[in-house]
């Protein structure tokens, strides 16, 4: 039976985690996330600290500099181990699961490098700033304008991985197959909307 894989990119605050989650479980199938990078690190034989450290952030010349200076590159088996270096092996990792078995992945960059794989559903989640702040503010005790801030960081953060490592734009609606406002639906019946496509589009498999 053919595997099919479900990459979620997602705003800051959006529901992707839960929505994430929730789908993998409905659907009976291995979910990734945070879960990746451990993964990636025990694949590699690398301490899981260093995926965690460059994790969805972006990599250039200037940024090596700076980590270079703030002792963020590491050494091992005489080998330079940059984020790029890293990012290689996570996308490794993800490619070696797509092929065993179906699964919900969130961020990463996983819809870019599965992008040549028929049996991936790329799907972004955004939702409105206001949806977004109440709940990083419910979810991290901070208070609202605080929520605003770290919001606003965060996405910046995703948006400039994801366009360093792939030729795309994050959270371009033409980027993907499918971009939800979850605002609009709730966590709950986005869920519902993503079931019912996967199985329209994969009627032997759902």
């Not at 929730?22 to 993964?39: F, R």
């Amino acid at each position: 039976m053919e595997h099919v894989i479900i990459s979620i990119g997602r705003q800051f605050g959006s529901g992707g985690r839960v929505i994430g989650k929730a789908l993998a479980k409905a659907l009976s199938v291995e979910y990734y996330d945070k879960e990746l990078l451990l993964l990636a690190a025990k694949e590699s034989g690398i301490a899981p600290e260093f995926f965690e450290n460059t994790d969805e952030k972006s990599s250039n010349i200037f940024e090596h500099a700076i980590d270079w200076l703030n002792g963020n590159l590491w050494f091992n088996t005489d080998k330079l181990l940059s984020g790029d270096t890293l990012f290689q092996i996570q996308s490794d990792a993800i490619q070696k699961f797509a092929s065993e078995k179906s699964c919900v992945i969130v961020g990463r960059c996983s819809d870019y490098i599965l992008r040549n794989n028929p049996n991936c559903v790329s799907i972004f989640l955004h939702s409105s700033d206001k949806n977004r702040a109440e709940c990083i503010s419910k979810r991290m005790n901070v208070s609202y304008d605080e929520a605003i801030s770290l919001m606003r960081e965060e996405d910046k953060k995703r948006a400039s991985y994801y366009n360093f490592y792939s030729d795309k734009t994050w959270g371009d609606s033409a980027t993907y197959d499918i971009s939800i406002d979850v605002s609009k639906l709730g966590e709950e019946q986005t869920m519902a909307f993503i079931i019912s496509y996967l199985k329209m589009r994969f009627p032997s498999r759902f």
